[in-house]
């Protein structure tokens, strides 16, 4: 047990608490399936009709459980629990107790209060965790489509995946271009490959994927190779307007521009329109004139 803890300093251990529950429920998504296409276990939990003894046993089970996927099922029931208007109550006696017995928080009088942002805190954890699961599962299917049969091969080494970059197939090379950008390859050695995926090779979404790689490669660096490739893109009339709206964003993202001055900002704005509203001054900037 702790000694005693002032709410703030009980707010400041919290996050050590929860990562914990990050990892706890990262845990019990993954290996119960849900990044696999399986619906996440936790949405479906019932928790109607729960005891007080029931629901402390739920909070200690998430809390001192040996196995990390335990915990994390554990903790998607109090989430439930939490969003039940029977047992918010209770939930929230079982938690105040926990945490006395635990932190030993003083005063009591922010007990309830400290309780409050403990529990919102991680429904929230959980609500981004299942939001990037699903991300993933959707992610995941799409890169199945893409390889086929040609997944595991791709997926046993970044050498494996990079021998598909030629494929005669252009799902083929999507899927490769994207199994090796996951793959930590050395930038040196990739970059090259993308910068020739992005001109020469014939099919528009493969360029656009070596792109969106090579952008994200380049995050930041305000180098002024970078800068005068993607401006190249951006002035070549001849080539395909998604491929130049991709790499007028990327100047944006390379050389690291406000946010609210970023085309994607300013298109979900309903600001930006490629390419009449393109800022060609910081084009020819870029271009290095």
Known sequence: ???QLKPFQFLKERVQVDIQVWHDLHQELFSSGGANGVEVPMAGLDVSGMTLESIE??????LDHVKA???GQAWGQIFQMTKSAELRDNVTRVAQRMIVERFQIVPSSVLEQV????LNGIGQLISELVD????ETHHRQHLVRLAGSDLSAMESSTEGAMRFLDHPDPDRRIAAITIVEKSGKNRKTLIPLLVEKVVADPDLGVKVTALRVYINYNQKVRDAEVSQFLASIVRDVSAPIPL????YGGLYKTNDRPALESPIVRFAQGRFTFPQDV???????CSGE
């Open 69 to 71: 996927a335990t915990r």
């Open 57 to 62: 046993a739920v909070f200690t089970e998430a």
């Open 132 to 135: 990037r699961t699903r991300w």
């Open 244 to 247: 130049r709206d991709s790499a």
């Open 279 to 285: 800022d060609w001054d910081f084009v020819a900037k």
């Open 1 to 3: 047990m702790k000694g």
């Open 115 to 118: 309780v409050e942002i403990w």
